[in-house]
């Protein structure tokens, strides 16, 4: 009798035996609904034989076969099993990871029929006082004849309800049909837009070079200065690979960018192009989905998870700002997106491109091992302005709530030019610490032993009944107490600068001047993020700009002249050894984001640090070399591999317990060599949160290879250890942060 291997989505690395029922017929990559645990649930079938480790006559038969062909392309189906293996991850999890929501829940794998509302002939002939007892059929008749047709899922939009539709219905006005679905081939029909593209000889070049090689996997690192024509090079080899009746994925970190890219490119391409992103609705991603797996359309651009979109005929993976940690998962699958991407483009035998203006130190390391060949952008095609940059030596400068007087005075200046000024603080809320003046009690979240930050409602006059303590950990919240919960002295106050206090202070040195802030807690509402950002053009709008790292993620600012960096230092002297890194990068891409000839300052206490003066002198690229040499120095990443194990428990006892158990196991492993480095268990970073203590181990050694084979090898007894289910544990490949 068949015996089927399935998968579920549970976190355990094993798959689960059951019988095939008489003319059942499962595909492997297909789903199945099984019974497990006093309940049914979905899985996907992995493997089918005639032998099982267990009696038959104690495995259940499979209820119901779902599909009777693979959801997963040969491709896609052996970099996800690949993914498990080198991620450690179970097969359920990573495997359901990669399908839309609603084939997870068992639901079929074709589109759900789409419903439109239109308006009939009678309607389109009925007189303006037809309805003028009613006035709500007669302004939805209205937006009926101006639509064409409505979508059932748009009528909020429109404010339309159903009972209104369904009574403009019963008088012959409007009726409901089912969505006509476009069946031509766009490669019959495909065209661009060239007036909308011109290259110089420098993209000319890269493109070719691109393109020289045919179909065949190769990974190009795109190094593209701002307003040097990244995304025109994009567009001509998009050109190309569609030309040929192929298709494209384009991979970009975050969905604001999405956004900006899909207007570029349908303006310059006649063919259907499709966006996937978390925040689409379950019905939009399963569409995009299945139209990507029939070939229906020639583009989708996504964020991180549409990597595993299957394709008909994939020709080309673009994967724009590869050095945006936002590509890799940050709990659960701690998967890389960049680097599965590579795998991915190397299992469909095509190109890959990867973008930036600011590579990554392993992209480079590829580069210099010959994995992966660069090309560079550096002539401006948009500006021939430049910036200046000037470092403020903080060290006995008066401050005005973290702002220096000569800022302040630069600050006057452009403004008085009719120019804007942005401010960066990479902290958000008020003030980071609340504290009493009199006895040094210090606000501090429970859950996760670290300090509450403040936070005031600015919107309502800085009312104090408004102020409230956020735990930007765990996101508890807790009112804002009027006197020491130790001493009870009223003597209250806050230490530290954030982007709130900033935002309230300013409006005392500039008046006249509107100010905006955009941050992530000023960007909680839908649309708030882009209505901040319109103001960059708006006649009367912000002039001053203060927020995080999220403000310049894309964005071009053409009348910022002035742009300051509040806190170098926190990110100079950071436990993390990839803070400097970030830093860099960060700081290419704001003095980037305008095209007006403008200055940046930097406020530091260090202005004689080494990293930051060849930063300001030479340039990212030789930051990052320099960078890069150190870390050889030293044996870190991308010099050695490391595997991070983290574990965490109720008592702050069991977690610590079983990651020394754990690193006994690995010291007496036949792997075991002198290269290896193991670290802690440390407490993780923070060492508590949501009532969590949580502790880390970490691996490094100069072979990921090795490391792998250490970590397959020591997994069957570490589930055996004493403490193992007593904590919850994980471990994270390639970790970029240790913590």
């Not at 399935?6 to 609904?33: M, Q, S």
């Not at 910036?387 to 200046?413: A, C, F, W, Y």
């Not at 930051?623 to 490391?642: D, I, M």
């Amino acid at each position: 009798m068949p015996v089927v291997s399935i998968v579920l989505p549970v976190p355990l690395l094993r798959t689960f035996d059951y019988l095939l029922p008489d003319n059942a017929a499962p595909a492997i990559g297909g789903r199945v609904r099984v019974p497990f645990n006093h309940r049914e649930a979905i899985g996907i079938v992995t493997a089918i034989s005639t032998h099982s480790k267990l009696d038959l006559d104690k495995l259940k038969f499979i209820i119901e076969v779902i599909d009777s062909r693979s959801l997963f392309p040969h491709s896609l189906w052996r970099l996800l099993n690949w993914a498990i293996d080198y991620y450690h991850y179970p097969a359920g999890k990573v495997l359901f990871h990669a399908l839309p929501i609603r084939l997870r829940q068992g639901k079929p794998a074709e589109t759900t029929p789409i419903w439109q509302w239109f308006a009939t002939e009678q309607g389109r002939r009925a007189l303006p006082d037809t309805l003028k007892r009613a006035p709500k059929q007669n302004a939805a008749l209205a937006v009926l004849l101006k639509k064409k047709s409505i979508y059932t899922h748009q009528m909020g939009r429109f404010n339309l309800s159903s009972s209104t539709l369904q009574a403009l219905r019963a008088k012959g006005l409007c009726d409901l049909r089912l969505q006509c679905v476009d069946t031509h081939d766009w490669r019959s029909v495909f065209s661009v837009n060239r007036q909308c593209l011109m290259l110089n000889r420098e993209q000319a070049t890269a493109v070719a070079a691109i393109c020289s090689d045919g179909n065949r996997f190769l990974t190009w690192l795109l190094i593209s200065l701002s307003g040097s024509g990244k995304t025109e090079v994009y567009l001509s080899v998009l050109e190309k690979v569609l030309s040929k009746g192929q298709q494209a994925l384009v991979l970009v970190p975050e969905i604001s960018l999405i956004l900006q890219n899909i207007t570029r490119f349908r303006e310059y391409f006649n063919t259907p192009i499709e966006i996937l992103h978390s925040r689409l609705k379950e019905s939009e991603q399963l569409a995009v989905w299945l139209k990507a797996g029939r070939g229906d359309c020639a583009i989708v651009i996504g964020t991180r998870s549409a990597l595993f979109t299957p394709f008909a005929k994939l020709g080309m993976i673009i994967l724009d700002e590869e050095h945006d940690i936002s590509y890799k998962q940050d709990e659960g699958w701690r998967y890389n997106a960049r680097d599965l991407a590579v795998f991915r483009a190397q299992e469909e035998n095509v190109p890959i491109v990867l973008g930036t203006a600011t590579p990554c130190l392993e992209s480079l390391y590829n580069v210099k091992k010959k994995k992966y060949h660069q090309l560079t952008l550096g002539v401006h095609t948009c500006s021939t302005y430049t910036t200046r940059q000037q470092v403020l030596d903080m060290k006995r400068l008066p401050l005005r709530n973290g702002l220096s007087i000569p800022l302040l005075d630069k600050m006057k200046e452009h403004l008085l030019a009719g120019n804007q000024v942005m401010l960066f603080l990479n902290r958000r809320g008020f003030a980071p610490v609340f504290l009493c003046h009199a006895c040094g009690w210090i606000a501090t979240c429970k859950r996760c032993d670290r300090y509450y930050t403040l936070h005031l409602d600015l919107h309502l006059h800085l009312d104090l009944h408004q102020c409230h303590l956020r735990c930007h950990h765990c996101a508890k919240e807790s009112p804002m107490p009027y006197q020491c919960l130790d001493c009870g002295s009223i003597r209250l106050m806050s230490i530290g600068l954030g982007t709130e206090q900033v935002e309230s202070i300013l409006p005392s040195f500039f008046p006249e001047i509107p100010v905006i802030r955009i941050d992530q807690d000023s960007t909680v509402r839908k649309g708030a993020y882009e209505n901040g950002l319109s103001q960059v053009h708006i006649i009367g709008g912000a002039r001053i700009f203060i927020g995080t790292q999220m403000l310049t993620k894309g964005r071009d600012f053409p009348h910022v002249t002035l742009i300051s960096l509040l806190d170098v230092d926190g990110a100079l002297f950071s436990g993390d050894f990839r803070a400097t890194e970030r830093f860099a990068q960060f700081y290419i891409q704001i003095i980037n984001c305008t095209s007006k000839e403008g200055e940046v300052l930097l406020q530091t206490h260090y202005p004689e640090h080494v990293l930051l003066n060849t930063l300001l002198n030479q340039g990212y690229m030789a930051f990052a070399h320099q960078t890069l040499e150190e870390r050889q120095q030293v044996g870190l990443p991308p010099f050695s591999g490391q595997i991070l194990f983290r574990a965490d428990d109720d008592d702050n006892h069991q977690a610590v317990l079983f990651l020394d158990q754990l690193r006994q196991l690995l010291y007496s492993s036949p792997y075991c060599d002198s290269s290896l480095w193991l670290m802690g268990p440390n407490p993780s970073s923070p060492t508590k949160r949501k009532g969590r203590f949580r502790w880390q181990l970490l691996l490094s050694h100069p072979s990921r290879i090795y490391l792998q084979h250490m970590v397959n090898a020591s997994l069957p007894q570490l589930t055996t250890l004493p403490q193992a289910r007593k904590v919850t544990w994980s471990l994270d490949v390639d970790p970029l942060e240790n913590r």
